[in-house]
T-cell receptor, first 117, second 116 residues
């Protein structure tokens, strides 16, 4: 069963506006971590932001923030003041478990973001 | 301050040949992960290794695929007798020794394998 769902295959946003990329997840483990990665057309995978299941506050990293709604099992990425360089694929990923050897990341199918000038 | 290194960046193999993909983790990182990305899809976990140990290989195909992370040298993902369906981008990631809940996996640039 797919555990990470990204329902938006493609999104458009005007430069300098904010955009929200959706991510919902499914897990029965009370301990988990949620990640967002960016993949530009050059192909590399760039870490953006992390949210732990026990974190009390939403994570923020510069123009990136994570809207974490635990009860809804959603972890949406908000990009403020979009720039042309933000055009890329964005992937949501989850790691189940807090400790031990279960460190693999489970990935969504991604959202393609295009920033228009 | 080198990141995760992968080579080659592009690899072309004929059906039936062997493919060897190499990954050098970031300095100070002792955990390596391999993921595969098929066209138009997200990444799929393949294997997680520490030095000289395979920790989790639940995502590895049962046949033709193997991985190692020796005491010295890079991690190797080996695909024997490649088929067209093996064509994909293969990403390696590394992370530091786990302390606490927060860590991120740093990714290499990927190796794009094309099987002709």
């Amino acid at each position: 069963a797919q555990k990470i769902t990204q329902t938006q295959p493609g999104m458009f946003v005007q430069e300098k506006e904010a955009v929200t990329l959706d991510c919902t997840y499914d897990t029965s483990d009370p301990s988990y971590g949620l990640f967002w990665y960016k993949q530009p057309s050059s192909g590399e995978m760039i870490f953006l932001i992390y949210q732990g299941s026990y974190d009390q506050q939403n994570a923020t990293e510069g123009r990136y923030s994570l809207n974490f709604q635990k009860a809804r099992k959603s972890a949406n990425l908000v990009i403020s003041a979009s720039q042309l360089g933000d055009s890329a694929m964005y992937f949501c990923a989850m790691r189940e478990g807090f400790a031990g050897n279960n460190r693999k990341l489970i990935w969504g199918l991604g959202t393609s973001l295009a920033v228009n000038p | 301050n080198a990141g995760v290194m992968q080579n080659p960046r592009h690899l072309v193999r004929r059906r039936g040949q062997e493919a060897r993909l190499r990954c050098s983790p970031m300095k100070g990182h002792s955990h390596v992960y391999w993921y595969r990305q098929l066209p138009e899809e997200g990444l799929k976990f393949m294997v997680y290794l520490q030095k000289e140990n395979i920790i989790d290989e639940s995502g590895m195909p049962k046949e033709r695929f193997s991985a190692e992370f020796p005491k010295e040298g890079p991690s190797i993902l080996r695909i024997q007798q490649v088929v067209r369906g093996d064509s994909a981008a293969y990403f390696c990631a590394s992370s530091r020794t786990w302390r606490g809940d927060t860590y991120e996996q740093y990714f290499g640039p990927g190796t794009r394998l094309t099987v002709t």
